[in-house]
């Protein structure tokens, strides 16, 4: 009897141990769950605050702009607009940076609305290309996905090719939407995009006008594109000039030290450079804790309230 009540006893205490183990594993299990649950909803929460504060960096952004711009008749890098700002406390972070569109080269402005190139545009191409080292070609492609007919130039190729691809799709017949749309046209490869980014864009001063280049916030791989006949010396010399003392004016370019007067006539007198711009990149980049998002805006400044091009959240 008395080892009955041993072997009872025995197989209680094991069954507690158990249950208890059991109790214990679903506690734990329990308890990581919601730790879980809260990391999630805090993550979420985080990521929420980090986009508002991304997306007011860019309406920010877009103030200091217009207040900083308002009745000057020149743009260029001594702004304060050039300047990254950086906001910090002790939840987390902004930085907003602000680059000048008109600082590049118009990829839309290749071809006229009549599909004729445009002499100035495909010049400045061309010379970038080589510097780059691109094929004469890819400017032929882009022009034929521009243009609005359906004949392939030198170069070129329209909707039949590309309908030919394994994923086919047909030419746009007209300006570029964004800049990664330009790995659709024939030749242009996502690294070759990314190679050309600092220096082109496809948004004009105005709707439906041609861009121009401000030779005040070009980098020097613009500058070298606008004429055949600037190398790198003169480069360095209106960069220099332009550091010093902003061009306020594009006859001021004959001020610059050492530039060819048949370069400064050129440029002058062309309807292809400018001194001020009025389309800007904004980027912010907000962190609230271990949350980050970024906000990517190109915004147009006119009279009234800026016009907002393009929005990308990432």
Same mark, same amino acid.
């Given at each position: 009897?008395?080892?009955?009540?041993?072997?009872?006893?025995?197989?209680?205490?094991?069954?507690?141990?158990?249950?208890?183990?059991?109790?214990?594993?679903?506690?734990?299990?329990?308890?990581?769950?919601?730790?879980?649950?809260?990391?999630?909803?805090?993550?979420?929460?985080?990521?929420?605050?980090?986009?508002?504060?991304?997306?007011?960096?860019?309406? @920010?952004?877009?103030?200091?702009?217009?207040?900083?711009?308002?009745?000057?008749?020149?743009?260029?890098?001594?702004?304060?607009?050039?300047?990254?700002?950086?906001?910090?406390?002790?939840?987390?972070?902004?930085?907003?940076?602000?680059?000048?569109?008109?600082?590049?080269?118009?990829?839309?402005?290749?071809?006229?609305?009549?599909?004729?190139?445009?002499?100035?545009?495909?010049?400045?191409?061309?010379?970038?290309?080589?510097? %780059?080292? %691109?094929?004469?070609?890819?400017?032929?492609?882009?022009?034929?996905?521009?243009?609005?007919?359906?004949?392939?130039?030198?170069?070129?190729? *329209?909707?039949?090719?590309?309908?030919? %691809?394994?994923?086919?799709?047909?030419?746009?017949? @007209?300006? %570029?939407?964004?800049?990664?749309?330009?790995?659709?046209?024939?030749?242009?490869?996502?690294?070759?995009?990314?190679?050309?980014?600092?220096?082109?864009?496809?948004?004009?001063?105005?709707?439906?006008?041609?861009?121009?280049?401000?030779?005040?916030?070009?980098?020097?791989?613009?500058?070298?594109?606008?004429?055949?006949?600037?190398? *790198?010396?003169?480069?360095?010399?209106?960069?220099?000039?332009?550091?010093?003392?902003?061009?306020?004016?594009? @006859?001021?370019?004959?001020?610059?030290?050492?530039?060819?007067?048949?370069?400064?006539?050129?440029?002058?007198?062309?309807?292809?450079?400018?001194?001020?711009?009025?389309?800007?990149?904004?980027?912010?980049?907000?962190?609230?804790?271990?949350?980050?998002?970024?906000?990517?805006?190109?915004?147009?400044? @006119?009279?009234?309230?800026?016009?907002?091009?393009?929005?990308?959240?990432?």
């Amino acid at each position: 009897m008395t080892g009955r009540l041993r072997d009872r006893s025995g197989f209680a205490l094991v069954l507690t141990l158990v249950v208890t183990a059991l109790m214990t594993a679903v506690v734990v299990e329990m308890i990581h769950q919601v730790y879980v649950d809260v990391s999630i909803s805090r993550g979420f929460r985080d990521a929420q605050q980090a986009s508002i504060l991304a997306e007011s960096g860019v309406s @920010g952004g877009a103030k200091l702009l217009q207040l900083g711009l308002s009745g000057k008749s020149f743009t260029s890098l001594t702004d304060k607009w050039a300047e990254p700002i950086r906001l910090d406390d002790e939840a987390g972070a902004l930085t907003i940076s602000i680059a000048e569109e008109s600082a590049r080269i118009n990829l839309n402005d290749l071809v006229y609305a009549n599909g004729q190139y445009q002499d100035f545009t495909l010049a400045a191409l061309k010379r970038l290309g080589r510097r %780059l080292q %691109l094929t004469d070609d890819l400017w032929g492609a882009l022009a034929d996905w521009i243009d609005t007919d359906d004949q392939p130039r030198s170069g070129g190729v *329209e909707s039949p090719y590309y309908r030919s %691809l394994k994923q086919p799709h047909d030419a746009r017949n @007209g300006g %570029l939407t964004t800049l990664t749309e330009l790995t659709l046209v024939k030749g242009f490869t996502p690294e070759l995009l990314t190679g050309m980014l600092p220096f082109v864009t496809i948004w004009s001063d105005q709707p439906g006008a041609s861009a121009r280049i401000n030779i005040n916030t070009a980098p020097k791989e613009v500058l070298a594109a606008l004429d055949d006949g600037i190398d *790198e010396r003169m480069v360095e010399s209106i960069l220099e000039r332009r550091r010093l003392t902003p061009f306020k004016a594009t @006859g001021e370019l004959a001020q610059v030290p050492g530039l060819d007067a048949g370069v400064v006539s050129r440029l002058a007198g062309s309807s292809g450079i400018t001194v001020k711009g009025s389309v800007f990149r904004i980027k912010a980049f907000a962190r609230v804790r271990d949350a980050g998002r970024t906000v990517e805006a190109v915004v147009r400044l @006119g009279g009234g309230a800026p016009e907002f091009l393009s929005w990308q959240e990432y």
